[in-house]
């Protein structure tokens, strides 16, 4: 006797449709999106048929023209060191900056404004006081980039921290709790899913810093190899490397958000 139907009428599941599991449709999701827009780009492009406006596969060429090259290599590992230097310091900079002036109500409303007046103005007119004090090289991308990712870290981590209960630390006080003990239940879950989500945006924003910085004035890096595309009207590579770019910033970003949804799910409160 087949007991689809008895399972099909079930009160307990009446009104409820099949789902994938979300993780494979997320996965799915992941896989057919960049197929449908390649498949849109590669349209468009034999649409148009013009001489800058690449296909995909002449991007992927160009991509692999520049991947070869020695001292493309070395920009991609030059990127990547000084991608990771400034974002880790804006991670803790801003975490340590915020956490301590979200305690103070007082401080926080002191320095709320000015951090977003700054956070406001457009990073890249700003880029010739670094070169003044910090010259052409590795350390005023580092800088830059660090700009760039510090502030959301900062004012998240404050406003995160501003409207923790309060009443906890006191308690914890109180009760002369240790240190780690504090850290472990009270501190972690009430700011690591603002952190996670911090570390997100810091990430995309720390990238582009450290993109325009090495498009103005350095001498390696992705940035520097992209200014050297255009300047020569090399339309694949150009393409190509802004793929490569996008690539470079999708992937961690689409980690960082995965990290992001398990944590809120943890530390959610009930």
Do not use: C
Not at 15 to 37: C, D, E, F, H, N
Request: net charge positive.
């Amino acid at each position: 006797m087949s007991t689809s139907a008895p399972i099909r009428n079930s009160p307990h599941l009446a009104g409820r449709s099949w789902k994938a599991p979300r993780p494979l449709a997320q996965m799915g999701t992941l896989v057919v999106l960049p197929v449908i827009i390649f498949i849109v780009w590669a349209i468009v492009a034999t649409v148009v048929d013009s001489l800058v406006f690449p296909h995909p596969g002449q991007a992927l060429a160009g991509l692999w023209l520049d991947l070869q090259r020695e001292s493309y290599r070395s920009s991609i590992l030059s990127t990547v060191t000084l991608l990771l230097i400034g974002w880790a310091l804006a991670a803790v900079i801003g975490t340590l900056v915020g956490f301590g002036l979200g305690l103070s109500q007082f401080w926080s409303a002191v320095f709320a404004t000015p951090l977003f007046a700054l956070y406001s103005i457009p990073k890249v007119t700003l880029y010739p006081v670094f070169l003044i004090f910090l010259g052409i090289g590795e350390e005023s991308s580092v800088a830059f980039a660090f700009f760039h990712g510090v502030f959301p870290m900062a004012l998240l981590v404050m406003a995160a921290t501003a409207a923790m209960d309060k009443n906890l630390l006191k308690l914890a006080d109180v009760l002369v709790m240790p240190w780690h003990v504090k850290l472990r239940k009270i501190l972690i879950p009430a700011l690591l899913p603002t952190i996670v989500t911090a570390l997100r945006i810091a990430f995309g924003l720390t990238l582009m810093g450290l993109i325009l910085a090495g498009m103005f004035s350095a001498t390696s890096g992705l940035g520097h190899e992209l200014v050297n595309n255009i300047a020569f009207v090399r339309i694949d590579r150009i393409a190509g490397q802004v793929l490569f770019i996008v690539i470079l910033a999708i992937i961690p970003g689409l980690t960082l958000r995965w990290l992001e949804t398990r944590v809120t799910l943890r530390y959610q409160p009930e």
